[in-house]
């Protein structure tokens, strides 16, 4: 009897044991996990269906290169490229965060298909530790502004600075809004890497975005990976 040493996808054992188990209705050689007995194919045709292919997806999102870039690398379609970013999306959670904490907002323009497009991305960082509490993707309104300083609230913040945006003062209380000089650094440094980092942000480039679903996705892997 063939033995077969692989890491199941399917259950938490590493370096496990597989078996020969029969074949598959296109004549591929089915194995079964010796830990979970749940059957796999371990070797594909197709690219995509590789065990460590969300996390290569995951690791090339992070590092900023695009949809066609990516998909060039690992040598799967663009369809099915999107398809996993949205499905690997869907699966992180929101990120807990913690009472009495200071935070930074601010908001960052880009386009989306056309420069007539104009969205903007508002979203906040833990002053302390720099990660993204919340963001939100839409047009520059009190509605767009209000969904992140609404998450912000809601865990009883000590303070949160911003810049001198007149709608900061109508949506944030006064006891817990500050526009203190220097007190952006870290959330404008922020903006920075990202629009370094995701073409599609940069002020001058030939990158954009066709989709918000798509850059909702990447930005949940880009910032709660």
């Known amino acids: 009897m063939e033995v077969k040493i692989y890491s199941c996808s399917k259950c938490v054992g590493r370096n496990v044991e597989f ?3 029969g074949k598959t209705s296109s004549g591929k050689q089915r194995y079964q996990c010796t830990n979970c ?17 969300n996390e290569k997806i995951i690791q090339f999102t992070k590092e900023g290169l ?10 799967i379609s663009a369809t099915t490229l999107l398809s996993r970013i949205i499905k690997i999306a869907k699966a992180i959670p929101r ?20 420069k ?25 309104t009190n ?17 949160i600075f911003t810049d001198k945006l007149r709608n900061y003062q109508y949506l944030i209380p006064e006891k817990f809004h500050s526009t203190r000089r220097f007190s952006t650094n870290r959330i404008e440094r922020k903006n920075l890497t ?16 066709r989709s918000l679903v798509i850059i909702s996705a990447i930005l949940k892997i880009y910032f709660w990976w």
């Open 37 to 53: 007995k749940k059957t796999s194919v371990l070797k594909f045709t197709y690219n995509a269906y590789k065990q460590n292919t």
């Open 116 to 140: 007539k497009r104009t969205f903007w991305l508002a979203y906040a960082i833990d002053k302390e530790t720099r990660k993204v509490a919340g963001f939100y993707i839409g047009r520059r």
């Open 19 to 21: 078996i020969k188990y």
């Open 143 to 159: 509605r767009t502004l209000k969904a992140v300083i609404k998450t912000l609230l809601n865990s009883k913040p000590l303070k």
């Open 66 to 75: 695009g949809i066609r870039s990516t998909a060039r690398v690992l040598k």
């Open 194 to 209: 990202i629009r370094t980092h995701l073409k599609r942000f940069s002020r001058k480039t030939i990158c954009f975005s």
């Open 95 to 114: 990120p807990v965060l913690s009472f009495g904490k200071i935070y930074e907002m601010d908001e960052i323009r880009f386009f989306v298909k056309k």
